[in-house]
């Protein structure tokens, strides 16, 4: 049975992903964990003096409660666990996510002007995470999964990974598309070495997945995988999340950190 660790603090785009959750818990015959995460520096002098029991058990009741109407509804196991610490909500969720198949969180994308820059806590846990992320934009209501936009860049000359997307693509019965996001004008000899990569991606995976392949022209990265996702209608975006060095991280646009603060869709990212 796979297992979803759905973070949760109870805001509007929480409490959606946890109904998108539940729901995709029933397609994929899973069992899902909602966690919430609570900071010592957040607690009051009378909290801190009462102990920390009442308010881990106030809030694991509120907790519970959720989790015995997703169950009732929707007829999947669900468990709460409440976490009272000193760390960082990242390396909680971080450590709480082994043994997981996949973190589930919602988002409101970039909230204030710091965010701006250091990218939201969904993207931090994205960053840090060694467990697949399926972010859910609160707007963004659950539907099935037919059609997942798989962003890559062929032309690195990469072993790019491929295989828990398609893995995660036979679970969901998807057709995946590997769409490619050449920066720079048209080239003949750039276009020919990308068929000769999508062939050989078509010999070793196109008998496991429907695998088809298109290509857009751009130097903007995001803005364009975003309007590709608009205007096609497609029901997924993955991407693979490239750990980067200090120096390399202070000029690296992350492609990664600007979707998942415009994303209205899906968005599936493992290392």
């Known amino acids: 049975m796979l ?35 609570q900071s010592i520096f957040t607690l009051t002098p009378n909290e801190l003096v009462r102990g920390k029991e009442l308010t881990i ?31 960082s909500l990242t390396s909680v969720i971080d450590e709480k996510s082994i043994g997981f198949d996949l973190i589930l969180m919602g988002t409101n994308g970039v909230s204030d002007y710091i965010e701006f820059f250091t990218g939201s806590d969904t993207y931090k846990v994205i960053k840090r995470a060694s467990t697949p992320v ?17 962003s890559v860049d062929l032309q690195k000359g990469e072993n790019f990974p491929l295989r828990e997307l398609i893995n995660w693509a036979k679970l969901l019965k998807n057709n995946v598309c590997v ?27 196109g008998d496991e997945v429907p ?14 995988i975003h309007s590709y996702m608009l205007r096609t209608e497609s029901d997924a975006l ?34």
């Open 3 to 37: 297992r979803i660790l759905c973070p949760t603090d109870f805001s509007q785009s929480a409490i959606n992903a946890m109904s998108y959750a539940a729901k995709f818990a029933q397609t994929t015959n899973a069992e899902i964990i909602l966690l919430n995460v």
């Open 57 to 87: 058990a106030a809030i694991n009741e509120q907790l519970e409660s959720q989790c015995k109407e997703i169950s009732r509804n929707f007829k999947i196991s669900c468990y709460a666990e409440v976490e009272l610490s000193g760390r």
């Open 134 to 150: 399926l972010l859910i934009p609160t707007e963004c209501d659950y539907s099935p999964i037919s059609s997942i936009v798989y």
């Open 179 to 205: 769409l490619q996001v050449v920066q720079g004008h048209y080239s003949h000899e750039i276009e020919a070495e990308l068929k000769r990569s999508q062939t050989e991606i078509k010999d070793f995976y």
């Open 211 to 224: 695998l088809q392949f298109d290509t857009i022209w751009s130097n903007e990265v995001a803005s364009s």
């Open 238 to 271: 993955a991407l693979c999340s490239r750990h980067h060095g200090f120096i390399e991280g202070l000029f690296h646009k992350s492609v990664t950190k600007v979707l998942s603060s415009i994303a209205r869709y899906p968005v599936f990212v493992f290392h």
